[in-house]
RNA sequence: CGGGAUGUAGCGUAGCCCGGUUAUCGCGCCUGGUUUGGGACCAGGAGGUCGCAAGUUCGAAUCUUGCCAUCCCGACCA
């Protein structure tokens, strides 16, 4: 199987490409948009899931879980989300097929079997979840109500790309309810936190925390907050988001408690998700030319054992030696792989397990056992060095936390440089085109402006930084008083 | 959804323009052997709805039409 990978150089889109299908993560599907997540992929999938999933309870939130259909009616209750979903929505409008009695072995779609209201598939879960909500909420002692749910939805995008943008994709949407303005935003605030924590200590991926313009914000909510990704060809990336949706859901489902004071008042609302995105962000920060390279805290497979033996004679005192090492790495927790399949020989394996990403690799053979040693490779440097096996997984425990540290500080440099000041719009245009990145700059604060701004360069308004510096200036593209530096940047 | 490209064994491909024996080659796979410190070698072998469906033809991988999927560019996009 030829595993040539295409580099970032000749072209950044193929690269993504084959580091994807050929590391493993996922596949194509005969189904337009959507992809299958293959086992190593959807593994990663798994750790980033179980560790959000223990945050958002740590928070003190549940899990629940709510239908896929969404009946049109409730759909389109809040209006300004439903308008911003409504170009990419599924529709299901039949609930049978039958046989086709002019083509025998064929089905069709049962004209008689149309549905009196068409369900929608969701592309995101508040207005079901709204409409249960009323039913759950009368007193304040009801609230908070915080509830998440891991579920699939659907967008029915245009144009896709794998785990970044696919018409099914995977992600957890919590929604919560509260008797105060206040408490919302700070669980929306909060919730930014933990997106913001869980990307930076266990993907190493840095972020910028902030909120988006009105042209960015979700449909339906008051604030946007989100997390912004820098990739390794200038491109940012929305990791995560976090919504205040004051009472425009509560109000939209007339979704009411009685508080203390014996009056009726709506409730204040936030949503917050992440998704199989993620991933990709993940993809597209760390990994090189050889393929991909996972962090440690997250990594499917942390260390790999290759042995390496001469002849029938020496392999099974090398099986002996690691069925044992293998057993102390698990007892640190370590999640670890003795490959001593015979179908490869060592090197076509070191090779597979650098494009898998794997972070640690060990090898070790006769020569390495009579020293009382092993050959120990890091998959982020690419530095091997031999070491004693007494203590090793000691050793290797370090080197995965070195590893781990090593690739979000390599990613946060490369994100630091890659912040530039533009005080023109000339030399806004020329940092776009040269450098990428982003680019903070003066904005006027109208929304036409950052359409005009977006035609003319397809960058968008990344977001207006948490505790940004307040800064007189003018707006580089109309010149008008501005506050504040905003982040520009072209953007996946 | 518009423009461009692609689809032949698990992967990568030749053949297609100009229709005509048994569809080419490499990798991988299976068997046996030799091997194993950075993608091993020898010998033998298996594997094909030529993306799918119609059509033209004595005959279609090759020509025509429709459809499906993927990639790139655009439009679109929390």
């Known amino acids: 199987m030829s595993k040539e990978l295409t580099t970032r150089a000749a072209d950044y889109s193929q690269w993504y490409n084959d580091l994807v299908i050929k590391g493993g993560l996922a596949d194509y599907s005969a189904v337009r948009g959507c992809m299958v997540i293959k086992p190593y992929g959807y593994a990663l999938w798994e750790n980033m899931r179980d560790q959000l999933d223990k945050m958002f309870k740590d928070t003190g939130h549940v899990n629940a879980y709510f239908p896929l259909f969404i009946p049109k009616s409730l759909f389109e209750a809040e209006e300004k ?151 390794q060809d200038g491109k940012a990336l929305q990791a995560g988001t976090s919504h205040f949706l004051g009472q425009n859901f509560a109000k939209a489902f007339d979704v009411q408690f009685m508080n203390k004071e014996n009056k009726l008042e709506y409730v204040w609302a936030t949503s917050w998700g992440v998704s199989t995105r993620l991933i990709g962000a993940l993809i597209m920060a760390h990994s090189d030319d050889q393929g991909l390279i996972m962090p440690p805290k997250i990594a499917p497979l942390q260390v790999v054992i ?4 001469k002849g029938e004679e020496s392999k099974p005192v090398i099986d002996a030696k690691v069925e044992i090492l293998v057993k102390e790495f698990k007892a640190l927790g ?108 003066h904005w006027d604060g109208t929304g036409e402006t950052e359409d005009k701004i977006k035609d003319q360069t397809k960058a968008t308004i990344r977001c207006i930084p948490m505790n940004n510096k307040m800064e007189e200036g003018k707006c580089i593209l109309t010149g008008m008083p501005s506050g504040q530096r905003v982040l520009f940047a072209r953007a996946y």
Not at 183 to 193: C, F, K, S
Not at 363 to 369: F, S, T, V, Y
């Open 334 to 441: 370590i999640r670890v792989k003795y490959d001593n399949s015979d179908n490869a020989r060592p090197g076509w394996k070191f090779a597979e397990y650098e494009l898998k990403g794997v972070p640690v690799r060990i090898a070790l053979g006769m020569r390495d056992l009579e020293n009382n040693v092993v050959e120990l490779a890091r998959r982020d440097t690419k530095e091997k060095q031999s070491v004693s096996v007494d203590g090793l997984p000691e050793t290797v425990k370090k080197l995965l936390e070195e590893i781990q540290r090593n690739i979000y500080n390599k990613a946060l440099a490369f994100r630091n440089e890659n912040i530039r000041e533009a005080n023109s719009w000339d030399e806004f245009v020329k940092l776009l085109d040269e450098k990428g990145g982003f680019i903070s700059a």
């Open 306 to 309: 290759v042995p390496i033996y």
């Open 81 to 231: 989300n439903a308008e911003g979903f409504a170009k990419e929505c599924a529709i299901v409008t039949h609930y049978r097929l039958k046989t086709d009695p002019n083509n025998k072995g064929k089905l069709i779609v049962d004209p008689e079997a149309k549905l009196e209201e068409e369900l929608i598939v969701r592309p995101t879960s508040e207005a079901i979840i709204w409409n249960t909500y009323k039913g759950w909420i009368q007193s304040y002692r009801d609230l908070p109500l915080l509830i998440n749910q891991w579920a699939n939805v659907v967008r029915w995008e245009m144009r896709t790309r794998l785990f970044l943008r696919t018409a099914e994709f995977l992600w957890q949407e919590g929604h919560t309810a509260h008797a105060t303005k206040q408490e919302a935003i700070a669980e929306t605030e909060q919730m930014l936190n933990v997106y913001a924590d869980f990307v930076e200590e266990y993907m190493a991926v840095p972020v910028i925390k902030g909120i988006k313009t009105a042209n960015e914000r979700f449909a339906g909510a008051e604030d946007t907050y989100c997390i912004e990704a820098l990739m």
